[in-house]
């Protein structure tokens, strides 16, 4: 299987139909259809590592302002405690939990409604420990590239520029010179297959510093760049920075890679 980096955005994509949510639609029905889904999302962070275990998620409206029917989507996935299992024994790196109090956040829903709107593939959420450092997070992630050999799906869900602090609402379809700048030299570095500097992204310059002022949205892009193998096919879609600092900017490596490069 493949495997996808995804900017999911405001919430708000989950029930509009725009530039980015009509890409993940369209990128659903060219990929091979998945045993399971294993998502990374930003916004399950943990002391210490779980994967979801029950057999039907809830859906988790973690976020707040909206109006009221974004509150009422639901997203009936089933989940799949064998999976959320077999990862506890096959990652020895460090000990990884089953927790059955989660669901599905709106990282993880807000794009899978539009990859698969059927709901019907099992889904599994593996959080992100906040107490470790980008490199544990990277070595973790090499640990699960078995899983796509098993037909599992594995989507990392974050952003790549994500400063909410600069958000601009005059810029809704452009970004500042430090957010361009960044996520350009993020986009070539992952071209060259370059990843220290991606796993060291805090002694970058100044733009990747105001880019990735916290390491949530851009951790699960370590997990998907971590099970690219040597030579497999990589492209980018949804190539735009929104709000001044929000790049939607995405990445998809493995079969049929090539066809929906949009850079």
Known sequence: ??????????????IELNEFSNEWRRIGRILPVP????????????????????????TIHDFGGFPPELYKVEYPAPGNPELASLITQMVTKTKIEMDASWGFDHGAWSILKHLYPEANIPVVQLSLDYTKSPGYHYELAKQLATLRKRGGLIIGSGNIVHNLRTLDWKMPETGF??????DIEIRKLISEGNHKPLINYEHGGKAFKMSVPSSEHFLPLLYILALRRENENLS???????????SMTSIIIGTDALSIDQS
């Open 1 to 14: 299987m493949p495997a996808m980096f995804v900017g999911h955005g405001s919430p708000m994509n989950a």
């Open 35 to 58: 045993e399971a889904i294993i998502c990374i999302s930003a916004h399950w962070e943990t002391r210490g590592t779980f994967v979801t275990s029950t057999e039907k998620p809830r």
């Open 177 to 182: 010179d430090w957010a361009v700048e960044a």
């Open 236 to 246: 980018f879609f949804n190539t735009r920075i929104i709000l001044g600092s929000v």
